[in-house]
């Protein structure tokens, strides 16, 4: 009874090794098979945002292995696109425009055989590049200017912005480039300290991965608002755990942390330890309330408009300062609100909160040096203004970096530099 049980099993294992077997054949790599696989039969396709997806059914070949797309780019390059033998479509992308374009479908075998091209004419959608280049736009800042653009297929592309100004009596015209994938994106042309008289005119061009790129699109010229860095001299600091207006002022002088380390013109650099430490008291500034959020408060001195902020972090890299150390993640703020002290309410105005983005691509001494430049931030980012004014600023850590933004286990900061202009 055991044995007329135990055969069939044997039998279902070696037909399973036999078509495992077959199955492994497919993928040899050296075969000396000369025939080529039939061709691919169309069944449609759709045209997508600079690309187009093609279905078809593939050839009754049993060595078959893949489908491949060919496309020619009006300046004759060439770019291949391909999908293994069991998917029944194939996308396509890299057309510069919405007209009509040809490509070519193949039959790969596990040789390296083509079968015979089937050509098919396509008419994309616009392509990504060009509605980028179509979304963008471009606002003046505070002795900067900036650039919005929408991206929603979130394609790899290239923005390339041309600014002409005067200086010294010259005339000077600079290119930035900025390369993203985001859905919506941002990004800054700062330290250009002009006169509002002195306008900067704008050209941008927009590429994608492929090659493909915009004409020039001119933007026009824009006045730069013009504004001061706030002497930091005639700050004062309130006590820490005294509150102004109901908000505690934080406890920052836990471990080697001091809250006077903010506002002293010096950053954390390597082991210098210049910083504030909050030893993980936040909200009411006690020990046991839980870490975040919790508020550093500046009395000016005097009363201002203020423009911008500029916050560096914690570093504590090593003493070589060449390595990332706590850039970008760790114990330092990635989120946080800004707020003024409105003198007709007395009471605190919101004003704005950032988000500072973590950088990407960069190695240990890229990191540093954007580090220890600092992350800047409008006031009102959207539509760059001055604030009303007031004596008082407080700066309110809300999120880590970590967990995306989401954990309340931010510690740390290192310095704060406030713009503006003096209120006469």
């Not at 390369?179 to 250009?192: A, M, T, W």
Request: aromatic fraction near 12%.
């Amino acid at each position: 009874m055991k044995h007329t049980n135990v055969m069939p099993l044997y039998m279902v294992l070696i037909c399973i090794f036999l078509i495992s077997c077959e199955k492994l054949d497919r993928f040899k790599p050296n075969s000396d098979d000369g025939n080529p696989p039939g061709m691919v039969t169309l069944k449609s396709y759709k045209p997508l945002f600079g690309g187009a997806r093609f279905f078809y059914r593939v050839p009754n070949d049993e060595d078959l292995m893949s489908v491949e797309a060919v496309y020619t780019t009006p300046a004759g390059k060439s770019f291949t696109f391909a999908a293994s033998y069991f998917v029944d479509s194939l996308d396509v992308y890299g057309f510069p425009s919405s007209d009509a374009y040809n490509v070519q479908l193949f039959a790969v075998d596990r040789a390296g055989n083509r079968s015979e091209a089937l050509d098919v004419s396509v008419t994309p959608l616009e392509p990504a590049f060009s509605r980028v280049a179509n979304s963008l736009e471009v606002k003046p800042g505070f002795s900067s200017f900036f650039l919005d653009w929408s991206n929603e297929l979130q394609q790899n592309i290239n923005v390339y912005v041309d600014f002409t100004f005067n200086q010294d009596g010259a005339s000077r015209t600079l290119t930035s480039v900025f390369s993203s994938n985001l859905k919506e994106d941002r990004r800054f042309i700062n330290d250009l300290f002009l006169p509002p008289s002195e306008k900067v005119g704008v050209k941008v061009r927009v590429e994608d991965m492929y090659g493909n790129i915009t004409e020039t699109i001119d933007k026009g010229s824009i006045s730069l608002f013009e504004d001061n860095k706030i002497p930091k001299a005639g700050w004062v600091l309130p006590n820490a755990n005294d509150s102004i207006g109901g908000v505690p002022m934080v406890f920052g002088n836990a471990l080697e942390g001091r809250n006077r380390y903010v506002i002293d013109d010096m950053i954390d650099r390597g082991d210098n330890l210049n910083f504030l430490h909050t030893g993980s008291r936040g909200k009411t500034g006690r020990t046991g309330d839980g870490n975040m959020p919790w508020n550093f408060i500046i009395d000016l001195g005097a009363h201002y408009e203020l423009s911008r902020i500029i916050t560096v972090q914690r570093h504590s890299g090593g003493l070589a300062n060449i390595s990332r150390g706590q850039y970008y993640r760790d114990e330092n703020v990635g989120l946080f609100n800004m707020y003024i002290w409105d003198d007709a309410s007395s009471s605190w105005e919101f004003v704005s909160q950032s988000k500072i983005t973590v950088p990407q691509g960069l190695t240990e001494l890229e990191f540093v040096k954007k580090g220890e430049a600092g992350d800047m931030a409008y006031m009102y980012p959207d539509e760059p203004a001055y604030t009303k004014p007031t004596r008082w600023f407080r700066y309110e850590a809300v999120k880590s970096f970590n967990g995306n933004y989401t954990l309340e286990d931010g510690n740390c900061l290192s310095e704060i530099t406030l713009y503006g202009r003096k209120t006469n």
